[in-house]
Each structure stands twice: as structure tokens, then as C-alpha cells.
Nanobody, 127 residues
Framework: QVQLVESGGGLVQAGGSLRLSCTVSGRTFSRCTMGWFRQAPGEEREFVAAINWSDGATLYSDSVKGRFTISRDNAKNTVYLQINSLKTEDTAVYYC????????????????????WGRGTQVTVSS
């Protein structure tokens, strides 16, 4: 059974930081390209960041580039999202997603390219 479990969300003031974690079970994590998405109330789910399984290459949305950092620890089957300089517009439910694949380069901004999803963790940024 595949499970992705996010943690680390919470209420933080603008300008603050959080580190989100997502632990994966039921997949060969070292072969999973991992992504983070977010969804604000009344909005569509949007891509935030991704990290490739094979070479650790990363991809970010323009809105978070320079403030968010995605990383992974294959020994712990865990992907992280370090969020700095939080803004009120970062308020959303953050989801991690996994794509176990043999393709060498498989980062994607499209949610439909990820096979497994967590239930999300709420990040609320107050002004």
C-alpha cells in the first residue's frame, strides 16, 4: 500500500519559515521523482517544486523560486520543502506527490504526471 504522509505545516507570520516533510512508503523512493503542489481556497492546485530521482535536479515555479528549496533524503524515504520569507499568498494546503519512473529526467509541473498523493498539510501565513 502506497502512503505519502506530509507534516510540518502550521500558522506562521509573514516573513517566517517552515519546513515541510513528506515520508513515502510502498514505493521504491529512490526511483521516485517527487513534487510539491499547493491549493488555496477557491483556487486550482498549482505546482510548487519538484526534484528528480536520478540526479536530484530541481524545478520551481516562478512564484516560489529563491524562497523555497526542495530536497530529499533517500535513506529516510523523505522529501522536504524548506519555505522561507513566507507571504500571505503562500497560504494553502501543501501536497506532496510521487512519480516512480524509469525515465532519467522526469520532473514535471503537471499534477497528472504524478501517481501518488498525500493528504496535504495546511500552511497559514498571517500578516
Amino acid at each position: 500500500q502506497v502512503q505519502l504522509v506530509e507534516s510540518g505545516g502550521g500558522l506562521v507570520q509573514a516573513g517566517g519559515s517552515l519546513r515541510l516533510s513528506c515520508t513515502v512508503s510502498g514505493r521504491t523512493f529512490s526511483r521516485c521523482t517527487m513534487g510539491w503542489f499547493r491549493q488555496a481556497p477557491g483556487e486550482e492546485r498549482e505546482f510548487v517544486a519538484a526534484i528528480n530521482w536520478s540526479d536530484g535536479a530541481t524545478l520551481y515555479s516562478d512564484s516560489v523560486k529563491g524562497r523555497f528549496t526542495i530536497s530529499r533524503d533517500n535513506a529516510k524515504n523523505t522529501v522536504y520543502l524548506q519555505i522561507n520569507s513566507l507571504k500571505t499568498e503562500d497560504t494553502a494546503v501543501y501536497y506532496c506527490a510521487a512519480r516512480e519512473t524509469l525515465y532519467y529526467r522526469s520532473t514535471s509541473v503537471s499534477a497528472s504526471n504524478y501517481y501518488d498523493w498525500g493528504r496535504g498539510t495546511q500552511v497559514t501565513v498571517s500578516s
